[in-house]
């Protein structure tokens, strides 16, 4: 065996190892929640191994399940009020609803929240794919799956994951980063992946409240035009109820109104008198006796108040409704008086 061939196993053993090294640096991180490697154990650095992926049976957490029904629900609000959707692991909305939904699989409120959250979910496992994330991308896809196995990107998005992994392994074991590149890379992957998280949860929070404030304005602007509606209608079935009880009053007036004197005038038009405003709306109801003069013609030539009660309420509208009335002509004038009722209910 040459030099040069020598050279040349010593480098491509050396690629492998350089691999590998990064391989366990970047799992051991991950298992670590991305913290800084410089704060770590390096006893533990050493024996650390990359933790198992994340599955749709494992991916809400055993501290989210414990959790009774209401303190699920009560932190589900929470998280969704504070824009921590899917993210950070234990301690997100879509998390804290899918262990509410085992709990409480007929729960209405729970599936239309996971309906709602799902989109977003989506979104941010092809951005964690972008940027390499595996870890918070496998997350993600998994509590995708736990939510709704049949869901359209699910297939999709595993494939995504799996060819960039391999992409990225390639490339990884290609260009030999050394182990200290690819821990800040790692670290900065981590930034990057809070920093984006934090905005994009702020953005859709933001869009789906403004979706659910249009749906709600919708919601109160047809229940206003149903109740003017409503308000339309009964006014006109009070105005048609007011004009039926003033014909029927006419009608009964005409009927009652016999003279105390001069029984043969025949009336030919005896119109009813109008109501006054003021009583119709207090309910006020009362009675005025008329004396009025009948001319040769037939028209009323006189008109006054004997009496009423209640005094000087009527006394108007019954002088001028009796001034409007007419008989037929007479020999000579014929004086006699009236009694006019007003009772606001016909």
Known sequence: MTVNQNDRRTRRLSIVSHAALVLALAGALAACGGKDPAAQDPAADATATAAPAVTPETAVSAKVSALSADQLREAARKAYAENRLYAPAEDNAVEYYLALRDKAP???????ALTDLLPMTVIATEQSVGRED????QRLSALLEKADAQH??????????????????KRTEQQALT?????KKQAEL????????EQQQKQAAAQLAASQAAERQAAATRE?????????????RAADQRA???????????????????ADLR?????????????????????????????????????????SNPARIFDREAVNAVRKWRFQPVASPVTTRRTIGFNPGG
Do not use: H, N, W
């Not at 119709?280 to 009323?300: I, K, M, Y």
């Open 106 to 112: 007929a729960d209405a409120a729970v599936s239309s």
């Open 134 to 137: 595996f870890a918070e991308a």
């Open 152 to 169: 359209p990107a699910l297939a999709r998005l595993k494939a995504s994951i799996t060819a960039k992994q391999q992409e990225v392994a």
């Open 179 to 183: 182990a200290e590149e690819q821990v």
């Open 190 to 197: 981590e930034k990057q992946r809070l920093a984006q998280q």
């Open 224 to 236: 206003a035009e149903q109740r003017a509606a409503d308000q339309r209608a009964a006014d006109q």
């Open 244 to 262: 039926a009880d003033q014909r029927a009053a006419e009608a009964r007036q005409a009927a009652s109104a016999t003279p105390t004197a001069g």
């Open 267 to 307: 009336a030919v038009s005896t119109p009813a008198p109008r109501y006054p405003p003021e009583a119709l709306r207090a309910g006020q109801s009362g009675e005025v006796q008329v004396e009025f003069t009948v001319g040769t013609d037939g028209s009323v030539t006189a008109a006054r108040v004997v009496r």
